[in-house]
T-cell receptor, first 114, second 115 residues
Framework: AQKVTQAQTEISVVEKEDVTLDCVYETRDTTYYLFWYKQPPSGELVFLIRRNSFDEQNEISGRYSWNFQKSTSSFNFTITASQVVDSAVYFCALLMDSSYKLIFGSGTRLLVRP | DGGITQSPKYLFRKEGQNVTLSCEQNLNHDAMYWYRQDPGQGLRLIYYSQIVNDFQKGDIAEGYSVSREKKESFPLTVTSAQKNPTAFYLC??????????????FGSGTRLTVV
């Protein structure tokens, strides 16, 4: 069975701190895709990154970076020098190859305090 | 700009009433989806449609119905059979590539409250 686990329910940091959001997934398939989405208080899901299972290169985009490790089935997300605007719920999700259903973790609520 | 429009943003329903949530996309995506989000939980798939006049049940389809008469539109009806309809509902669309979804885009959601 496929599953995504985000063990951190809520994280609170002070502005400018670095923070890492954990994501662990389960699947027996060899081809799959991993995603991170941001959900601000307004509710919409904002796409952050998509990574396929054959690309284990870490990626950096500004203050955001992602660490994909197939050996531990993890796809962690780090925000460097956090800002108040980063406060949101962050979801990790898994999409199997030739599938239509995104499998979501339960989300991590990040609160960045000034 | 291309995107997905969900309306209304907030919806109140009396117990025993059916209510329909609207979802329209102008991205020319073939596939459309409805997800439900409950507090502290991830999103769960209700229904999806890969093509006009066809749709499939997701994980929690009981108490819901959909139609796909046009490529751009995928309305969701929450029926009186849905025992706990209060939730946040998100519509999405995607391209179909190699038999699966690619390029998911989400709408801004409808918050349904049963009063």
């Amino acid at each position: 069975a496929q599953k995504v686990t985000q063990a951190q329910t809520e994280i609170s940091v002070v502005e400018k701190e670095d923070v890492t959001l954990d994501c662990v997934y389960e699947t027996r398939d060899t081809t799959y895709y991993l995603f991170w989405y941001k959900q601000p208080p307004s509710g919409e899901l904002v796409f952050l990154i998509r990574r396929n299972s054959f690309d284990e290169q870490n990626e950096i985009s500004g203050r955001y970076s992602w660490n994909f490790q197939k050996s531990t089935s993890s796809f962690n997300f780090t925000i460097t020098a956090s800002q108040v605007v980063d406060s949101a719920v962050y979801f990790c999700a898994l999409l199997m190859d030739s599938s239509y259903k995104l499998i979501f973790g339960s989300g991590t609520r990040l609160l960045v305090r000034p | 700009d291309g995107g997905i429009t969900q309306s209304p943003k907030y919806l109140f329903r009396k117990e025993g009433q059916n209510v329909t949530l609207s979802c329209e996309q102008n991205l020319n995506h073939d596939a459309m989806y409805w997800y439900r989000q409950d507090p502290g939980q991830g999103l769960r798939l209700i229904y999806y449609s890969q093509i006009v006049n066809d749709f499939q049940k997701g994980d929690i389809a009981e108490g819901y119905s959909v139609s796909r008469e046009k490529k751009e539109s995928f309305p969701l009806t929450v029926t009186s059979a849905q025992k706990n309809p209060t939730a946040f509902y998100l519509c999405a669309s995607s391209i179909i590539r190699q038999g699966g979804a690619y390029g998911y885009t989400f709408g801004s959601g409808t918050r349904l409250t049963v009063v």
